[in-house]
């Protein structure tokens, strides 16, 4: 699919693969089981440049463009799906600073973030989650800064990012016109970290509430104008959902993978499994839908990187469906390897709990339904 695009692509994907072949793969299983930072891959990854690969090379970075990112996070997931959240978190937390950041705060932080230190995004909340706007973090003036107080809910990697984008309530009284974007540091006294939530897939990556008790923060940390905050979030998802579509993606490639080579190794019958028609078709199917996702996240990746008019709706359409197409492959991966399939001896019942969390977070897929009736006009 990348040799649409350019040679470029394809020798991304080649040494992506390579490198998480050889030293992301090994550690995958450890990570899951012991449910650990992946720490050999975030290693791997920043010594490859690839951990943050999208900030621009004016302050570091490689300068990595919507689709050469996507197939970095797809080739990381195909191996390690934790593991891929450290490019993606990455990504996430800071489009917000490159959408609205000033020059001076790209260049303290997207600095830093090239460099290895962490950029996590805290949106959710107890109580606001598909419903956003509902939140109740505040932040309020005190002098030229700000206080900020409350807590943010299922924050990737929190505790390991250095860096945080924090919506907050500036305005109550206005709704979501009242929601500000700040930036946080790990740092910044106030900030606490709630203990690691037990979870059925990703178990690599950390996710923990963030809370902000009395953080004081200077002007310079706050990120656009006053109340463009909510409008920031949604802008900073129609790029960042593409990269969940990529992790799907990944994983079920990944799950492809080994129930092909699995179906060629068993025999069944005197004979392999594979030359059974049932599973034939279980594997085309997969096949065929894997192609489609990735079209379709392709196609929305570079309608990020040109800020097409009806980016909302295929980013929403890229999440959602490949997102279905993990789950959907990875569960027919783990029949396909029958018992051995529901056994942590094969790392397909692994991506088939890492898939489920796909169709969840960054707005689940009932949500993104939704984004995409609300675009169709987009499309004309």
């Known amino acids: 699919m990348e040799a649409l695009f350019g040679e470029e692509y394809q020798a991304l994907r080649v040494s992506v ?12 299983h450890d990570v899951d089981q012991a449910a650990r930072f992946p720490q050999e891959a975030a290693d791997a990854l920043q010594g490859a440049d690839l951990a943050a690969a999208h900030v621009p090379e004016e302050f570091g970075g490689q300068g990595a463009d919507a689709l050469a990112t996507v197939i970095i996070i797809e080739e990381v997931a195909r191996t390690c799906a934790s593991s891929s959240l450290i490019p993606a978190v990455n990504k996430l937390g800071s489009v917000p600073l490159l959408i609205a950041g000033s020059q001076e705060q790209k260049s ?4 830093q973030l090239a460099k290895g230190k962490g950029f996590s995004y805290c949106l959710s909340e107890s109580e606001a989650g598909s419903d956003a706007a509902a939140m109740k973090t505040g932040a309020r003036k005190d002098g030229t800064g700000w206080v900020i107080n409350g807590s943010k809910k299922w924050i990737s990697n929190a505790g390991f990012s250095e860096f945080y984008t924090v919506l907050a309530q500036t305005n ?19 900030v606490s970290f709630g203990a690691h939530e037990k979870k059925m897939g990703f178990k690599g990556s950390p ?5 902000f008790d009395n953080v004081k923060i200077g002007d310079d940390r706050r990120l656009g104008e006053i109340g463009s905050g909510f409008a920031l979030a949604m802008e900073t998802l129609d790029h960042t959902r593409i990269t969940i579509a990529a992790q799907a993606l ?11 080579k699995y179906s060629h190794e068993r025999k069944q019958f005197g004979k392999e499994i594979f030359d059974f028609q049932g599973i034939q078709f279980m594997l085309a199917d997969m096949a065929m839908n894997i192609a489609a996702a990735r079209s379709l996240t392709y196609a929305a990746a570079v309608k990020s990187e040109r800020g097409e008019k009806d980016l909302t709706f295929f980013s929403a359409a ?11 492959v990875t569960t027919d991966a783990v029949q396909v390897l029958g018992g051995y399939g529901y056994v942590s001896d094969y790392p397909v019942e692994r991506m088939m709990r890492d898939a489920k969390l796909t169709q969840i977070y960054e707005g689940t897929n009932q949500i993104q339904r939704v ?6 006009a987009d499309l004309n």
């Open 17 to 28: 693969r390579a490198l998480a072949d050889k030293k992301i793969a090994p550690f995958a």
């Open 108 to 111: 303290k932080y997207l600095t």
């Open 172 to 190: 109550p009284e206005l709704g979501v016109k009242g929601i500000t974007a700040f930036i946080i540091e790990k740092s910044d006294p106030g």
């Open 207 to 211: 996710t923990r509430e963030v809370y």
């Open 250 to 260: 990944g994983i079920a490639q990944g799950a492809f993978e080994v129930a092909e």
């Open 318 to 328: 890229a999440k959602c469906f490949a997102t279905d197409v993990a789950m959907k």
């Open 371 to 376: 984004v995409m009736a609300r675009h169709l």
